[in-house]
């Protein structure tokens, strides 16, 4: 089973195989930890991102979907991009946010990686309730199906971090 950790902190300083990107569908770069990753890898993650919008994904990465990059200058090996859903107080779209996390880790174990961080999408900008977005990374992580070992939640605040150490004592 993956082991989960979790460490309170900017994930473009973590040296993992792959860190995950809360990117938008567009792939442009953005605010948040989007904008951190783009602005600390350096251009060649952008042109990775351009390249595929020319290519595979004309349309976008949708949401709860996965894509990996080159990391540029970052200390990991790839950038795995992935959409979350926005938060909807009406519309349930847990199924996505989960799907974001199970996808990014099916394109770690494509890629050969074994250890991947990531930060909690979207609970950010995209509004998710931070306890109910800590929940539902925590368990799709230990739910899923993979190859990859080690699994480090890289949280920014300590609002975020508090979150993930409560879900993650109630999962184990
Ligand atoms: P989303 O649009 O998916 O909500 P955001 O980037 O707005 O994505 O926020 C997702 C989470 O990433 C938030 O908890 C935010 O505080 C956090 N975050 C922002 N910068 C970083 C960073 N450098 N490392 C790790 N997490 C970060």
């Known amino acids: 089973m993956v082991q989960v950790t979790l460490k309170r902190g900017d994930i473009t300083r973590v040296e993992v195989d792959a860190i995950?990107?809360?990117?938008?569908?567009?792939?442009?770069?953005?605010?948040?930890?989007?904008?951190?990753?783009?602005a600390a890898g350096g251009r060649e993650i952008l042109d990775a991102c351009v390249q595929l919008r020319r290519t595979v994904l004309p349309g976008g990465l949708p949401t709860g979907q996965a894509v990996a990059t080159t990391a540029g200058r970052l200390p990991a090996r790839h950038v795995i991009h992935v959409v979350g859903p926005v938060y909807d107080p009406v519309e349930d779209r847990s199924a996505l946010l989960r799907s974001a996390y199970t996808e990014a880790l099916r394109v770690?174990?494509?890629?050969?990686?074994?250890?991947?961080?990531?930060?909690?999408?979207?609970?950010?900008?995209?509004?998710?309730?931070?306890?109910?977005?800590?929940?539902?990374?925590?368990?799709?992580?230990?739910?899923?199906?993979?190859?990859?070992?080690?699994?480090?939640?890289?949280?920014?605040?300590?609002?975020?971090?508090?979150?993930?150490?409560?879900?993650?004592?109630?999962?184990?």
Do not use: C, K, M, Q
């Not at 995950?20 to 783009?38: E, M, P, Y």
């Open 20 to 38: 995950v990107n809360a990117a938008n569908s567009g792939l442009r770069g953005g605010g948040g930890v989007d904008g951190a990753i783009h």
């Open 108 to 172: 770690a174990d494509d890629l050969g990686a074994a250890s991947v961080a990531f930060p909690a999408v979207s609970a950010g900008a995209y509004g998710w309730p931070l306890d109910d977005a800590a929940r539902l990374a925590v368990t799709s992580v230990l739910g899923a199906t993979t190859a990859v070992r080690e699994v480090r939640f890289v949280l920014f605040d300590e609002r975020t971090h508090r979150a993930f150490t409560a879900a993650l004592a109630a999962a184990s």
